[in-house]
């Protein structure tokens, strides 16, 4: 007797999709004359705010249906692991549509690929899709939530970026300015031209100075030890620690090239991580709390791994010989040196949604400005003249596969984002916004098409094949639905 198809269980969180269904609707008359009354709140400047007065100010914001959302999510907070109730259905039409999206996640979870996927997506009325599906490990299950924390990697770096240019913005910094002036490490490199027949590194001075734009770009020359051949080989004659170790020597490596002729992975922001610390005074963890977590709300992002955030945390897994996730140990450096502004934070998804958000809109949510719609402006156009952003390679298939994003187009480079310069055939805009982290954790900046999204895992190798099918079909899926809508 054929056995009945199991139906794919959804772990998955309220979201806003009713908000579209409610703005097809004409609103009633008593509504928009306490709209009309309702004096609109004044724009905020970032400042030096606690949690406790963001939230405040956040709650006081929202009219009363939004207040007590507020509160019912901060009641799901406070028991992770649970899975929140089911929000009201849609409309048909659209349930269908981004039931649909509820299908590309779940498949590689249902197949084994992918041991757990959270994805968010929101476009400028706010967010209009949220799930969770599958566990968080696989040696321990317990069930994916939306407010899982991730290991984000270097979705930290357009963070970084946001941080450098808040200086930038004041005055403090030059974007043009040579980093030699804040940072002895930039001052003193060199360039590393090869190795002679004994295998001693030939090295020479740069030609011009490394500037934040080159750090910001990945123009400066720098590279990543851990990808990388000739800089692995360096590290090891020189005795340096890598990358990964969080040493402060482990960012006295030589350029790969001359700045400003090239483009390479490497690096950069997290020297650009340093001279935010350098600049403002602060630690890179204090100065992001201060003047983009806190201001935006975002408390469970940091580069501490809090208790209450370790409880959420979702396991690290690599994909083993017979195809399947099998779970391994990657854990912060125990003596780190410095915070990684390339790749140390943690968040989750809803958390850094809303630091995208906030660029969406051109750089103030919800009446916090943290940075100047002409900041944003500039951080997403392309910032690396008639250089092309090339196929990424690697020399550690371990940790991240060699990939070419957007294939048949010309990629650029603004400032800590990937820029797709045409359509993609079924998904965003063109002069959209992207990136990723190691762990297969994505989002992108639809700018044009005002839709932003964010999608993680975590499983290595960077830009899996199966998680890369699983991201195509995502955004089809998303795209098509609103299409729909």
């Not at 490394?210 to 030890?225: A, E, K, N, P």
């Not at 899926?477 to 809508?485: D, F, V």
Request: aromatic share 6%; glycine share 8%.
């Amino acid at each position: 007797m054929a056995q009945r198809k199991k139906k794919p269980v959804r772990k998955k969180i309220a979201t806003a999709r009713g908000k579209l269904s409610k703005a097809a609707k004409p609103p009633r008359k008593k509504a928009a004359k306490r709209a009309v009354a309702r004096s609109a709140p004044a724009k905020k400047r970032r400042s030096k705010p606690t949690a406790k007065s963001t939230a405040a100010r956040k709650v006081a914001r929202k009219p009363p249906a939004a207040r007590k959302v507020v509160r019912k999510a901060k009641k799901r907070h406070s028991a992770p692991g649970t899975v929140a109730p089911r929000v009201p259905s849609a409309p048909a039409a659209q349930s269908g549509a981004l039931l649909e999206l509820d299908l590309v996640l779940n498949k590689p979870v249902e197949a084994g690929l992918v041991p757990g996927v959270v994805a968010l997506a929101a476009d400028d009325r706010g967010v209009f899709y949220k799930a969770a599906f599958g566990v968080r490990s696989i040696d321990k299950p317990d069930p994916m939530t939306v407010d899982s924390v991730f290991r984000i990697a270097s979705m930290t770096k357009a963070v970084t970026g946001a941080a450098a240019m808040q200086l930038v913005e004041e005055g403090r910094i030059g974007l043009d300015q040579p980093m030699g002036d804040v940072l002895p490490v930039v001052r003193d490199v060199q360039v590393l031209e090869g190795f002679d027949a004994d295998g001693a590194p030939q090295l020479r001075d740069p030609k011009t100075p490394v500037t934040l734009r080159h750090l910001l770009t990945h123009t400066s020359g720098y590279g990543y030890d851990i990808f990388h051949a000739d800089l692995g080989r360096y590290v090891q004659i020189a005795g340096l620690p890598s990358i990964l170790t969080c040493k402060n020597d482990a960012l006295r490596v030589p350029l790969l090239f001359d700045p400003g002729t090239n483009w390479e992975y490497g690096i950069g922001i997290d020297l650009a991580g340093k001279v935010v610390e350098a600049v403002s005074g602060e630690t890179l963890e204090s100065y992001f709390q201060q003047h983009i977590f806190e201001p935006l709300g975002m408390r469970d992002t940091s580069f501490v791994l809090r208790d209450d955030m370790a409880r959420r945390l979702v396991g690290t897994h690599a994909r083993g010989a017979d195809g399947k996730p099998a779970p391994i140990a990657f854990e912060s450096a125990p003596d780190a040196e410095f915070q990684m502004g390339g790749g140390g934070l943690y968040s989750t998804a809803p958390d850094y949604l809303t630091f995208t958000r906030m660029l969406l809109a051109g750089g103030t949510l919800d009446g916090v400005e943290v940075l100047k719609p002409e900041t944003v402006r500039l951080m997403g156009r392309n910032a690396i003249g008639d250089l092309e952003v090339p196929i990424l390679r690697s020399d550690n298939p371990a940790m991240a596969l060699e990939v070419e994003m957007f294939p048949g187009q010309v990629k650029k480079w603004g400032l800590s984002f990937i820029i797709n310069t045409a359509d993609v055939e079924g998904g965003r805009a063109a002069e959209s916004l992207a990136w990723g982290g190691v762990h297969n954790t994505f989002f992108w900046i639809d700018i044009n098409r005002q839709i932003t999204a964010v999608v993680m895992m975590q499983i290595l190798p960077a830009s899996d094949p199966h998680v890369l099918a699983t991201m195509v079909n995502f955004e089809q899926a998303l795209y098509a639905a609103r299409s729909r809508a």
